[in-house]
């Protein structure tokens, strides 16, 4: 018995639920998927399938066994294709991971190029405002938003610049009057950004000015791990926000939000928060992480430029 062959048919005659749609998926003969299943049966000494007229379906023991080897062919198949993927032409699988609001306005309209410029590569999105674990989650690359030390661990690459700018609507302003610097704030309702998981009552905002820095705590009633929850409220008026420049800028050409403080670079902490890739270190050959690192870099600077 090939035991190879017997596993791949398995799974087919699992997700199939029968025989014979596994054998007409497969191009053979069912009673071949029915005899080589009977032989895997015996040479693990237990039943793997249940068997009715109207369906085939997996026993316990089919279920467990199903879901290690299961695990063994994903694990050969990327090994296949990392061979295939190490050569100078992108192929293959690339799962990404990036911001849910940043993927809406900075990635989703370049991945449509990427694509026709790769067009050997699939590429799987997963959008996600939690840092993901690469190697559990199986992400070639990760576009992440803060200070690259974080991942110190992994290989890191800046794509661009994050600067933040502090907004509120001018309704908001001219009911509740405009904070002429950045320590007036401790008296203005902010909305905040949950970053890091943070869910204190209390955040501080740190602003710098040549070598001069301030720390400003500020408090407010709403908070939120969602960049567009923020963006809605305070373009309502019910507040003062610390967004990312590519969030807001258009926002502020159009006139419905005002910023201040612009003598000042503003960060949510310490530190120069940053928008990178993230790839494991066994990723490092992979022509098409390569591929898709070096296309967003060159289209973000350009989106800057522009």
């Known amino acids: 018995m090939d035991k190879f062959l017997a596993v791949k048919t398995l799974l087919e005659v699992a997700d199939a639920g029968g025989f014979s749609k ?4 497969l191009g053979v003969a069912t009673s071949s998927v029915t005899r080589l299943m009977d032989s895997l049966e015996a040479s693990l000494g237990t039943a793997l399938l249940t068997r009715t007229p ?11 066994y199903v879901e290690q ?10 090994a296949d294709e990392s061979v295939f993927d190490s050569g100078a032409s992108p192929v293959g699988a690339l799962r990404i991971s990036v911001p849910s609001t940043y993927s809406r306005l900075r990635l989703a309209p370049h991945l449509a190029a990427f694509l026709s ?3 050997r590569v699939f590429l799987d999105v997963v959008v996600a405002d939690h840092f993901a674990d690469l190697a559990l989650d199986r992400i070639d690359v990760a576009i992440r938003i803060g200070l690259v030390d974080r991942d110190a661990n992994l290989i890191v690459k800046k794509l661009a610049d994050n600067p933040r700018y502090v907004v509120a609507s001018h309704d908001y302003l001219e009911r509740n009057g405009t904070p002429s610097t950045p320590q007036e704030l401790g008296g203005h309702e ?8 943070s869910y204190r009552s209390h955040q501080v905002w740190t602003f710098l000015r040549e070598d001069a820095q301030l720390r ?21 008026g019910r507040g003062i926000a610390l967004l990312p420049e590519w969030q807001v800028a258009p926002e502020i050409r159009a006139g419905r939000l005002m910023r201040m403080f612009d003598d000042f670079d503003a960060n949510p902490h310490q530190g120069d928060a940053v928008v990178y890739a993230a790839y494991l270190p066994n990723r490092r050959h992979s022509s098409k992480v390569r591929a898709f690192v070096q296309f967003l870099e060159a289209r973000l600077h350009a989106s800057l430029e522009g």
């Open 216 to 236: 400003v705590d500020i408090r407010g009633h709403l908070l939120s791990n969602n960049l567009d929850i923020l963006l809605e409220s305070v373009i309502a």
């Open 190 to 197: 902010c909305l905040r950004f949950a970053y890091g998981g």
């Open 22 to 25: 596994a054998a007409q998926r």
């Open 54 to 64: 109207r369906k085939v379906s997996l026993t316990d023991a089919g279920i467990a």
């Open 69 to 78: 080897v299961a695990k063994v062919l994903d694990d050969l198949a990327e």
């Open 117 to 119: 410029d790769n067009p």
